[in-house]
């Protein structure tokens, strides 16, 4: 049998069963707090393009306007970028206040 294969199995045998047990526990409260279920709530966040809703932890950012905004993908980042790129945020938001006073 080669070394390496010995090796692996040394160090299997190595590891206190005690100690695993311990970091498992650590490991499974840790998995609680991130998970979803165990959450009060789900933060949502509008896109700042297109308003699509998302989860914050999905959001992409990019600079606009001299702020981070959130956005829904790649699609609306490039869109905003775009934009700012061309010197046209001033007309981008006199379209956008339009749109919402239609509303
Ligand atoms: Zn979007």
Do not use: W
């Not at 709530?41 to 001299?66: P, S, W």
């Not at 379209?95 to 006073?101: G, V």
């Amino acid at each position: 049998m080669p070394n390496v294969n010995s090796g692996k199995i040394n160090l299997l045998r190595i590891a206190p069963p005690l100690g695993a047990s311990t970091s498992m526990a650590i490991t499974f409260s840790q998995l609680l707090a991130l998970s979803p279920f165990h959450a009060t709530r789900v933060e949502k966040i509008a896109c700042y393009h297109c308003d699509e809703k998302m989860r914050q932890t999905k959001a992409l950012y990019v600079k606009f306007n001299g702020q981070q905004r959130a956005v829904c993908c790649h699609g609306c980042m490039a869109i905003l970028q775009t934009i700012e790129r061309n010197d046209m945020i001033e007309d981008y938001l006199a379209a956008r206040s339009m749109q919402i006073d239609v509303r």
